[in-house]
């Protein structure tokens, strides 16, 4: 089991940019690959991205493509989502979630532990 404590959430304007961190504890993190999701009052969790083991292989949703950006640090145990020009639309709950295997995916379904989330809200 991972433990995920995210944070780097915060109230924002449209264009602004924010760094959300994800702090993990308990199984070999290296091994883990790592993805972001969020949900919007009234909607579906969805995917935002996912990074492999080793930080070489990423994946982004279309709408967040080319503004976000995610990354890890294996020697810290920390894994990052870098977002830029940001819009009311990305305003939700973000969380961060781990992967038993060293492979990436987009479904939440493949991901078995979860941090609590951080609020992402912003304003136009």
């Known amino acids: 089991q991972v433990q995920l404590v995210e944070s780097g959430g915060g109230l924002v304007q449209a264009g602004d940019s924010l760094r959300l961190s994800c702090a993990a504890s308990?199984?070999?993190?290296?091994?883990?690959?790592m993805g972001w999701f969020r949900q919007a009052p009234g909607k579906e969790r969805e995917f935002v991205a996912t990074?492999?083991?080793?930080?070489?292989?990423?994946y982004y949703a279309n709408s967040v493509k080319g503004r976000f950006t995610i990354s890890r640090d294996n020697a810290k145990n920390t894994v990052s989502l870098q977002m830029n020009s940001l819009k009311p639309e990305d305003t939700a709950v973000y969380y961060c979630a781990a992967r038993r295997y060293r492979t990436s995916s987009s479904s939440d379904r493949e991901y078995g532990d979860w941090g609590q989330g951080t609020q992402v809200t912003v304003s136009s």
């Open positions: 990074i492999n083991w080793s930080g070489y292989g990423t």
């Open positions: 308990g199984r070999t993190f290296s091994s883990s690959a």
